[in-house]
């Protein structure tokens, strides 16, 4: 019982240094990749290979029916307190069953596939080619669900060291097509194949290799009715919320308004993946998951509903400044980005980065009513996830901006309530309503500055003004309270006295 505990402070610091590095380095090769491809394939072949993705978006939670969900509530528990061999064979058996499950799906869209494609409007080539994106779904997913594995245990340095080799094997396998004159999209979906299988087997590796060396914690038992009633809850709530997924609403609007709508909208989709990837409930939720059940379990109920107020905080002061920013300068960004092949999509982009506001705070709210828990409550509140793809149905009768409008009111409706039905449910989390306000305060501000800079002497001197005048005007509206302080001083440390000019004194 003298093992170190694998969720101390020390570890915690580690992990975290480990995610940010290997997060900055997918951030840059997936940012590449991205700019690259739009550039590289023609609209309509570009527009189906985002579809694609899409439909492996969407397998994701249908795939998953409650796994994915129980090993991120369970396997730091067993890790804290329970038997090394007891956690090998929990990860053995959710693997197996996420494999089965994967495997059945991969079956039956390659069985349905000719009606499936044609429903979305891929032509016959595209039929013949597509077929590959089948292997992808079983490929991908099985190396997103061991790396969630290695993240479970804060394993941060090997989990992000084989997803950041996806985006940059991506990279060299599109380097290689164009050498070689055989970029295809074909050939590009044999590359996405290769790289996502090697990833897998090379986390499976490391996980592996952690499980063997892993020691006794503690005699834990889990209960598997707990488990199985758990993963059942969360099983409804993967299905439903695969009707507001981005993969479904990527393949809506290719139905609605055709692939090249589709590949418009999924290229926007992807800029705001990269800025979801760096909002603290995205950004640290693998990291912090495991310690707030520790802590959970400990009985710390008061550090899980601080932690739960800061994350909420921290989005919505990230997403404020990227709202400033588009729209200051959205419309010459996108264009830039694109080559010029997507042009007045500022608005658009506004009302997708409010409608990702909402669902960060959603992602964040799931993970605390896990934790709770509060799955069988989740599981209700996921039914109103059908009204995304009606509202984007609907909504497509006013082209793409119908369609980001429709989805921007269900999510917010969604995460309104889910969240309000929370802080009344489990007490008081403490929520900055002021702090926030003195934050988004700022934004407004540097809003209007950027706007009228923009106007007098160009956008980019705008945009220069809003971002260089940010971190300032956030230390003097000092968003942060005193128990955003202590409970950042937790982890931080020695490096806590930077935060002290956005603290709040009283």
């Known amino acids: 019982m003298n093992n170190p505990n694998p969720y101390s402070g020390k570890r915690f610091r580690q992990a975290i240094q480990h995610f940010l590095l290997g997060r900055t380095a997918q951030a840059i090769a997936s940012f590449i990749l991205t700019l690259w491809l739009v550039r590289l394939l023609m609209p309509i072949d570009y527009g189906t290979y985002m579809v694609?993705?899409?439909?492996?978006?969407?397998?994701?939670?249908?795939?998953?029916?409650?796994?994915?969900?129980?090993?991120?509530?369970?396997?730091?528990?067993?890790?804290?307190?329970?038997?090394?061999?007891?956690?090998?064979?929990?990860?053995?058996?959710?693997?197996?069953?996420?494999?089965?499950?994967?495997?059945?799906?991969?079956?039956?869209?390659?069985?349905?596939?000719?009606?499936?494609?044609?429903?979305?409007?891929?032509?016959?080539?595209?039929?013949?080619?597509?077929?590959?994106?089948?292997?992808?779904?079983?490929?991908?997913?099985?190396?997103?669900?061991?790396?969630?594995?290695?993240?479970?245990?804060?394993?941060?340095?090997?989990?992000q060291l084989t997803q950041a080799l996806m985006p940059f094997g991506r990279l060299i396998g599109i380097t290689i097509l164009m050498v070689t004159q055989h970029l295809t999209l074909e050939y590009l979906l044999w590359v996405d194949l290769i790289v996502s299988l090697g990833c897998l087997l090379?986390?499976?590796?490391?996980?592996?290799?952690?499980?063997?060396?892993?020691?006794?914690?503690?005699?834990l038992k889990l209960k598997k009715n707990e488990i199985l009633n758990f993963a059942w809850h969360m099983a409804g709530v993967n299905l439903l919320q695969a009707a507001a997924n981005a993969g479904t609403l990527r393949i809506l609007v290719a139905r609605t308004l055709g692939l090249e709508a589709a590949g418009m909208f999924a290229f926007i989709q992807q800029l705001l993946f990269m800025v979801a990837r760096y909002l603290p409930a995205r950004l640290l939720g693998n990291v912090i998951r495991p310690m707030l059940i520790s802590r959970y379990v400990a009985g710390e109920i008061d550090a899980v509903?601080?932690?739960?107020?800061?994350?909420?905080?921290?989005?919505?002061?990230?997403?404020?400044?990227?709202?400033?920013?588009?729209?200051?300068?959205?419309?010459?960004?996108?264009?830039?980005?694109?080559?010029?092949?997507?042009?007045?999509?500022?608005?658009?982009?506004?009302?997708m980065l409010l409608s990702l506001g909402a669902t960060s705070q959603g992602q964040m709210v799931i993970m605390i009513m896990q934790i709770y828990p509060y799955t069988r409550q989740l599981r209700y509140f996921s039914f109103l996830s059908v009204l995304t793809p009606l509202a984007v149905i609907y909504g497509s009768n006013?082209?793409?901006?119908?369609?980001?409008?429709?989805?921007?009111?269900?999510?917010?409706?969604?995460?309104?309530?889910?969240?309000?039905?929370?802080?009344?449910?489990?007490?008081?989390?403490?929520?900055?309503?002021?702090?926030?306000?003195?934050?988004?305060?700022?934004?407004?501000?540097?809003?209007?500055?950027?706007?009228?800079?923009?106007?007098?002497?160009?956008?980019?001197?705008?945009?220069?003004?809003?971002?260089?005048?940010?971190?300032?005007?956030?230390?003097?509206?000092?968003?942060?309270?005193?128990?955003?302080?202590?409970?950042?001083?937790?982890?931080?440390?020695?490096?806590?006295?930077?935060?002290?000019?956005?603290?709040?004194?009283?």
């Open 52 to 159: 694609l993705w899409g439909m492996i978006e969407m397998m994701v939670p249908l795939s998953s029916l409650g796994m994915l969900e129980a090993v991120r509530r369970y396997l730091p528990e067993l890790a804290a307190k329970g038997a090394s061999s007891d956690a090998i064979q929990f990860v053995r058996w959710m693997m197996l069953i996420r494999f089965a499950l994967t495997a059945i799906w991969a079956v039956l869209i390659a069985y349905f596939w000719a009606d499936i494609a044609t429903w979305v409007g891929f032509d016959m080539p595209q039929q013949n080619a597509n077929l590959l994106a089948v292997g992808l779904i079983i490929t991908v997913l099985g190396f997103r669900f061991v790396a969630e594995m290695l993240e479970c245990l804060l394993e941060q340095r090997w989990s």
């Open 202 to 219: 090379l986390a499976e590796f490391f996980l592996i290799k952690k499980l063997r060396i892993m020691p006794d914690k503690g005699n």
């Open 305 to 351: 509903k601080q932690g739960m107020a800061l994350l909420w905080k921290s989005n919505l002061l990230v997403i404020a400044i990227c709202v400033v920013t588009i729209i200051v300068a959205g419309d010459s960004l996108i264009s830039i980005a694109s080559d010029g092949r997507f042009e007045n999509a500022g608005i658009i982009m506004l009302i």
């Open 398 to 506: 006013w082209g793409l901006i119908g369609v980001v409008c429709g989805v921007l009111l269900s999510v917010w409706l969604l995460n309104s309530l889910t969240l309000t039905w929370l802080n009344h449910q489990a007490g008081s989390m403490k929520l900055d309503w002021f702090g926030i306000c003195r934050g988004i305060g700022i934004a407004a501000l540097l809003a209007v500055l950027g706007l009228i800079i923009g106007d007098k002497l160009g956008i980019w001197w705008g945009l220069a003004a809003v971002l260089l005048g940010y971190v300032p005007g956030l230390m003097l509206a000092k968003p942060l309270n005193q128990y955003d302080r202590a409970l950042l001083g937790r982890g931080l440390r020695r490096r806590a006295y930077l935060l002290n000019p956005f603290v709040w004194k009283n």
